[in-house]
């Protein structure tokens, strides 16, 4: 009994390798390399396509930036068309604008004329009163003189600033002798308030004696 037993798992055990191994010859197997030929063919085409791409792009930009050219030529020549004047035009222009202005004109060149002769006077006149200045007799006294008024400038502030530094101790004194004047006041009230009930004290106990007598 124990010998069948013992027969009937390894009957199982070759029944299950037999299985597996049967799967296993009827799985594909998907690891197996490709033909060497259809890698290189992929990899061509995407190079290709990215070739094919590049090229694309490449003639939309310069299609673009053909367009743009064409459009600053169109604007240039409508600016040309707009502002191009005939210098006919210009020259009559100028002649009609200096003829509305031609009188103003001449009037500002007469009175510009008349500034420059004055000024000219003006400076010719100044001249010769600096030479007439300069030829006095006493004018050495006058230059020694006029070199002195710096020094005399500064005594005059220096004079200020003490006069300056006088009223400002004389306002202070001011305020002292107020001050004291003010307290010697509130003293001799104070003795005269204490003077006065001294007296009013006195007067009131020699009433008192007189009653006792």
């Not at 060497?36 to 090229?55: F, I, T, V, Y």
């Amino acid at each position: 009994m124990s010998q069948v037993e013992e027969e009937a798992p390894a009957e199982e055990t070759n029944v299950k390798t037999t299985t597996d191994n049967s799967t296993d010859e009827i799985t594909p197997d998907e690891s197996s390399p490709q033909a060497p030929g259809a890698g290189a063919a992929s990899a061509a085409d995407q190079h290709a396509e990215a070739k094919r791409l590049a090229e694309e792009r490449a003639a939309q930009r310069a299609k673009e930036q053909q367009s743009r050219i064409a459009e600053m030529k169109a604007l240039e020549e409508e600016a040309n068309k707009l502002f191009n004047v005939p210098s006919e035009m210009i020259k009559s222009m100028s002649e009609g604008l200096i003829g509305l202005n031609e009188e103003d004109i001449k009037k500002i060149a007469e009175k510009l004329h008349a500034l420059q002769n004055a000024q000219t006077a003006l400076i010719e006149r100044l001249a010769q009163e600096d030479r007439k200045v300069m030829t006095l007799p006493n004018m050495a006294e006058v230059a020694q003189a006029l070199a002195h008024v710096p020094l005399y400038t500064k005594k005059l502030e220096d004079m200020r600033k003490d006069m300056d530094s006088i009223t400002n101790r004389v306002k202070g004194m001011r305020k002292r002798a107020a001050k004291l004047y003010t307290k010697k006041q509130q003293e001799d009230n104070s003795a005269a308030q204490r003077r006065q009930a001294e007296l009013l004290q006195e007067k009131k106990s020699n009433a008192a004696a007189s009653e006792g007598l």
